[in-house]
């Protein structure tokens, strides 16, 4: 490596500095417009200042979003890419003369410094698959759709509370039956008014509803709203705004199904997918998050480096007399939920994960100190799998 190059990443130009590698001279410190001309020229200039001073590394602090189109031409030209995370240029810079003023020449020149001082420990950036592409923006949008959906439904049970308690503690709104019935009846006066034959009518016209549920479903409606009989201020507006409410829940859920259609499809394309599913508790929506994120485990030469980016590893701690292991703050909190969740729906379904979380148990364990020693032995064996391109066995389990 003869020259770094740094480049910091943003929406409409990127900033690029050309450093000697050996002996930190800029050789050129200069804005890239964030098109493809500009950007094909940067690359030219990176090629002849290769043909003066040897090969270059070209690091970026940002990738995919507004670095994609960078990304990719720089990799479709066959340079080497790494990644330097933007908090690491930040402490990086903090630790140099004026370190707290910032500008976009600054950082770039810090990110090419990292290459010289780190270069060989910084991930290398490989070209992205069509399917891993595909996978990261549909995963990105479904968590969109489901946070959105997640407020949206606390905001309509506060609202349905604050009007009609009793029908509020009988209703489930993540159930489609429960929905439709909030989009068109909320008040105990509009529940009385129609009787148990339109409402049933109704719900029967939604689709997809069984007969034993809508029946329940009615009845505790009913139930509530004989059971109230005085109206409360502002009622009407909010009876509006829990309608809207529903309205927006059933449209999200017709778009998070079709998501979910999508994202199976692709993963039916995949080649790691089928593999990570035969772990239990590995389901199409975690397999999809974990390719999305992970995509594969060509950066984790080990278990060991999966479970550290994911923030399940231990993390040592020695400071003169003072040695301990503890429990790391740090890590990819998408990699962390995804490996925790699969493990809490592995013990209903994994017989040898649930008696290795009844062992801990047995051990003093509390339930969430278990769940993530569990979610750590299982990153093992799903390294594994993917590792030895063979699908889920007790004896995977066993030897982790």
């Known amino acids: ?47 002849t200042a290769e043909t003066g001073h040897g090969p270059a590394t070209v690091a970026i602090d940002v ?61 290398e950036v490989t070209p992205t698959g069509e399917a891993d592409a595909e996978l990261r923006l549909l995963v990105g949008r479904r ?9 949206r439904l606390g905001r309509l049970r506060d609202l349905l509370a604050s009007i009609h308690p009793g029908l509020e503690r009988r209703i489930d709104a993540t159930n489609k039956a429960d929905l439709a019935l909030l989009a068109r009846y909320v008040t105990p006066t509009q529940i009385r008014r129609a009787g148990r034959r339109r409402i049933s009518e109704y719900l029967r016209h939604v689709g997809g ?18 059971g109230q009989h005085v109206a409360v201020p502002g009622e009407t507006v909010a009876a509006d705004l829990v309608r809207d409410l529903a309205d927006e829940a059933l449209t999200s859920r ?36 974990f390719l999305a994120v992970a995509g594969g485990i060509t950066r984790f030469a080990t278990g060991d480096q999966l479970a550290s980016a994911a923030g399940l590893a231990p993390v040592l701690h020695q400071s003169g007399k003072v040695h301990y292991l503890r429990r790391a703050t740090g890590g990819d909190k998408i990699l962390k939920r995804i490996f925790y969740q699969s493990a809490f729906c592995a013990l209903q379904r994994d017989t040898t994960s649930r008696a290795f979380y009844d062992r801990k148990r047995a051990e003093g364990k509390r339930h969430h100190q278990a769940l993530i020693a569990l979610a750590r032995r299982r990153i093992n064996v799903l390294h594994a799998i993917l590792r030895t391109r063979q699908p889920y066995r007790i004896d995977h389990a066993l030897a982790a």
């Open 1 to 47: 490596m003869a020259v770094a190059v740094g480049v910091d990443v943003a929406k409409e130009f990127h900033w690029a500095a050309l450093v000697h590698a050996e002996t930190g001279k800029v050789l050129a410190s200069r804005k890239v417009d964030n098109d493809p001309a500009a950007i094909q020229e940067f690359i030219d200039q990176v090629r």
């Open 63 to 123: 990738l995919g979003g507004i670095a994609a189109l960078l990304q990719a031409m720089l990799l479709d030209a066959g340079l080497r890419l790494v990644h330097v995370p933007g908090l690491a240029v930040n402490r990086a810079r903090r630790g140099t003369r004026g370190g707290e003023h910032k500008s976009d020449p600054r950082d770039a020149k810090v990110i090419a410094d990292q290459i010289r001082l780190r270069g060989e420990e910084l991930r």
């Open 209 to 226: 509803l069984r007969a034993t549920s809508i029946d329940t479903l009615v009845e505790a409606a009913l139930t509530a709203a004989h």
């Open 143 to 151: 968590r969109e759709l489901v946070v959105d959906q997640t407020r």
């Open 254 to 289: 017709t778009k998070i199904a079709e998501l979910d259609k999508r994202i199976t499809q692709v993963l039916d394309r995949h080649p790691d997918a089928a593999l990570i599913q035969t772990l239990p508790g590995m389901g199409a929506t975690l397999t999809a998050e």
